[in-house]
């Protein structure tokens, strides 16, 4: 059973959390406003302790600072905020009192327990990543989303249904109709929260960027090959699929030009997964 009473009073912060990340795409220039508040409750809440605010502070500054940098200088900065993501998305900074809404549940009898938490420290690569490279969402970019041909939409929705079938084909997960009552916010977790960080980290950062220096293929490839990598806990077998997975994000970002369309392709990819196939794996493969 999910008990709702979690959420009493902490969940404000994620409220707060999730407006942050919707005005991204709404209006970006009121984010950090928006963010002010979220930290301001999570501080008064005791779920961020003042090494976690000096942590957030210190990463979104070298990453704004790093317009103004050039040569050997910018590239310190990048690296520097890449090592302040990376600590990020695995949980290395002190100062974090991530909520714990599921505590190994199952959500059928053929599915591995799995639990999860409300995470307050992985959503913070989203701001420190767009400062970085404030292109990643440009009013172009916003307001003028590229026109995707018939070809290009049949090859996305292919990849899309033919993914979980190769992943059921490799016994990874198996078909399991699944409606927790704890999917709402599973879905709110995973939309803006897990999808939003990973897009802007793997598409909105590196394929960006690879593709800049190089072309857009090579930013494709390098970028889903990392993603499939950060999945190693799956094992190989999921670290494939998941770089596959990567790839139908990677093109579905350059094909619209829009990050949010491969944020939510990739929402709709896990949530499809929840739903209709074993969570996060198939009991025999655990």
Known sequence: MFDVSLLI????????????????????????????????????LE??????????????????????LTGKW???????????VTALVLHLIP????????????????????TMYLNLDKPMVIFGLLLLV??????????QPRK??????????SLFVLLPALATMLTLVRPELSLPEWLWVFALNNLLFTCV????????????????????WIGIMIASILFGLAHFAGGPLFILIAGCAGALYGL???????????????????????????????ASVS
């Open 197 to 216: 960080a990973e897009e802007a980290l793997f598409r909105g950062y590196i394929q960006k960027l690879l593709t800049q220096r190089f072309n857009h």
């Open 95 to 114: 100062g974090f009192d991530n909520l714990q809404i599921l505590d190994n549940v199952i959500t059928g009898p053929d599915s591995i327990p799995f």
């Open 74 to 84: 910018l590239v310190t900065a990048h690296c520097a905020v890449l090592v302040w």
């Open 148 to 157: 995707i041909t018939l070809f290009k939409l049949i090859v996305l929705v």
């Open 9 to 44: 009073p902490d969940g404000i912060i994620w409220l707060l959390l999730a407006c942050s990340v919707i005005s991204i795409f709404i209006n970006p220039k009121y984010w950090p406003y928006a963010l002010s508040i979220t930290l301001t409750s999570a501080f008064l």
């Open 252 to 282: 579905t970002y350059y094909w619209t030009g829009r990050l949010s369309m491969a944020i939510s392709v990739h929402f709709g990819f896990n949530l499809i997964h929840l739903i209709f196939f074993t969570y996060p794996l198939a």
């Open 47 to 68: 779920r961020l302790t003042l090494i976690g605010v000096l942590a957030i502070v210190i990463g979104l500054g070298v990453a704004a600072f790093s317009n103004k």
């Open 134 to 143: 404030p292109t990643m969402l440009t009013p172009k970019e916003l307001e």
